[in-house]
C-alpha cells in the first residue's frame, strides 16, 4: 500500500491528470456561474492545486514533474495564434498605424504606474524591479527581471497575478464599454495582461484573441526596449 | 494532429533557434507565431489541417498557464509580507494600461475610419 502511494507521488501521471482534473472542475463551476470574474479557469485551477499540493504534502517538483508536458505545449500553442492573426489579415492591414501608436502608449503606461505606484507605496527596491516586466509573458519578464536586477521567480508571480486580473476584468469591462470592438477588446488584453489575457480574449472570438496574442508578443519586445530605459530614468 | 505538430514544433524551433543566435529579447515562440504567420501571408492561405487544429489548441489556452500559476506556491514568504499592496498596485495598474489602450485604439481607428470616408 505504502508503494503504491509513493509511486503515486512520484509519477508523472499524476501531476499531469490532476491538472487536468482541476482544470476541468474550473471550467465546471466557470461555466455554472455564467463566466463570473472571480471564477476565471487559470485562478481556480490553480487554488484547486494549491490546495491539493498543501493537503496531501506532495511538493511543487513533484507535481511539476507531470504538469511539465501541459507547460510545454505552451510554445505551439503560441504559435498557432498565427492561424486567427492570419483570418484578420485585412482588419490588421487597415489598422497597422492606431495598433502601433497604441502598443507603445499602452505599454508605456503599464510599466510607469506600476513604478510610480511602487514607489508611492516604498516597496522594496528588489520587488519594485520585479515588478515592472509584468505586463509580458513569463519568458521575457524573467530576462528583463534578471536584467536589471530583479528576483525573475518573484517576476512570475508578478506576471501571473496581472494575467490573472487582466483576464478576470475582461468581462466587466465589455459589459461597460460596449462600444469597443473585439479587436480593441483583444488588443488592450495583450497588452496588459499578455497570454493569460489572450486565452480570456480567445474566449470572447477569434478575433479578439488574434490581436491579443498579436500585442502580447510585440509588447514583449517594447517592454525589453522600455523597462531598462525608465529604470534609468526614475533612477531605480 | 500530426501534420499540425510538426508544423507547430518546426516554427516554434525555428524560432527558438533564432531568437538565440541573434540573441533577440523575445522568446522563440512569438517569433515562430510571426514566420507562420509570414509564411501564410506568402502562401496566401492557412494549410487544412492547421485551420482545424489551431482552434482546437487555443479554445483551451488557459489550461497551460496553470502549472506556472501554481509555482506561486513557492513566494508564499514575500507575497505574504507584500501581498496586499503588491494585489492593489497590480490591479490598479493594469485596469489603468487596459482603458488607456483601447480607449486609444477605438479613438485612433474611428478617426482613421473617418478620414477615410471623407476621402
Known amino acids: ?236 | 494532429m500530426l501534420n499540425s505538430l510538426i508544423w507547430l514544433l518546426g516554427y516554434q524551433l525555428a524560432g527558438e533557434f533564432l531568437a538565440r543566435s541573434l540573441s533577440l529579447p523575445v522568446p522563440g515562440s512569438v517569433l515562430g507565431m510571426l514566420l507562420l504567420f509570414l509564411t501564410f501571408c506568402v502562401r496566401k492561405t492557412i494549410p487544412d489541417h492547421l485551420k482545424q487544429t489551431a482552434p482546437a489548441l487555443l479554445s483551451h489556452l488557459s489550461l497551460l498557464f496553470i502549472p506556472a500559476g501554481v509555482g506561486v506556491i513557492l513566494l508564499g514568504s514575500v507575497l505574504g509580507a507584500y501581498g496586499l499592496p503588491l494585489l492593489l498596485l497590480t490591479l490598479v495598474s493594469t485596469l489603468l494600461t487596459w482603458l488607456a489602450s483601447a480607449f486609444l485604439l477605438h479613438y485612433l481607428s474611428s478617426r482613421q475610419r473617418r478620414m477615410r470616408g471623407a476621402a
Open chain 1, 1 to 236: 500500500m505504502n508503494s503504491a502511494l509513493s509511486w503515486m507521488e512520484t509519477s508523472p501521471l499524476s501531476g499531469l491528470f490532476l491538472t487536468l482534473l482541476a482544470y476541468r472542475c474550473a471550467l465546471a463551476l466557470n461555466r455554472r456561474c455564467h463566466g463570473h470574474p472571480l471564477t476565471n479557469t487559470v485562478l481556480v485551477g490553480v487554488l484547486l492545486l494549491m490546495a491539493f499540493l498543501a493537503l496531501s504534502g506532495m511538493s511543487y517538483p513533484q507535481y511539476m514533474r507531470g504538469a511539465q508536458f501541459i507547460q510545454l505545449l505552451l510554445g505551439p500553442a503560441t504559435v498557432a495564434l498565427a492561424v486567427p492573426l492570419y483570418d484578420n489579415l485585412l482588419r490588421l492591414r487597415r489598422s497597422a498605424p492606431a495598433l502601433l501608436i497604441t502598443l507603445w502608449v499602452g505599454s508605456c503606461i503599464g510599466i510607469l504606474s506600476g513604478a510610480l505606484l511602487g514607489m508611492a507605496v516604498k516597496l522594496p527596491r528588489a520587488l519594485l524591479l520585479s515588478l515592472l516586466p509584468r505586463s509580458t509573458t513569463t519568458p521575457i519578464a524573467m530576462g528583463i527581471s534578471e536584467k536589471i536586477g530583479g528576483l525573475p521567480s518573484l517576476t512570475v508571480g508578478c506576471v501571473l497575478i496581472t494575467g490573472v486580473i487582466g483576464a478576470a476584468m475582461l468581462k466587466p469591462l465589455q459589459k461597460k464599454f460596449p462600444q469597443f470592438d473585439d479587436m480593441t477588446l483583444g488588443f488592450a488584453s495583450g497588452i496588459a495582461a499578455h497570454g493569460v489575457g489572450t486565452a480570456r480574449a480567445l474566449q470572447v472570438s477569434e478575433t479578439a484573441g488574434a490581436f491579443s496574442g498579436l500585442a502580447m508578443g510585440l509588447n514583449g519586445l517594447v517592454t525589453a526596449i522600455l523597462v531598462p530605459l525608465f529604470c534609468s530614468l526614475l533612477q531605480l
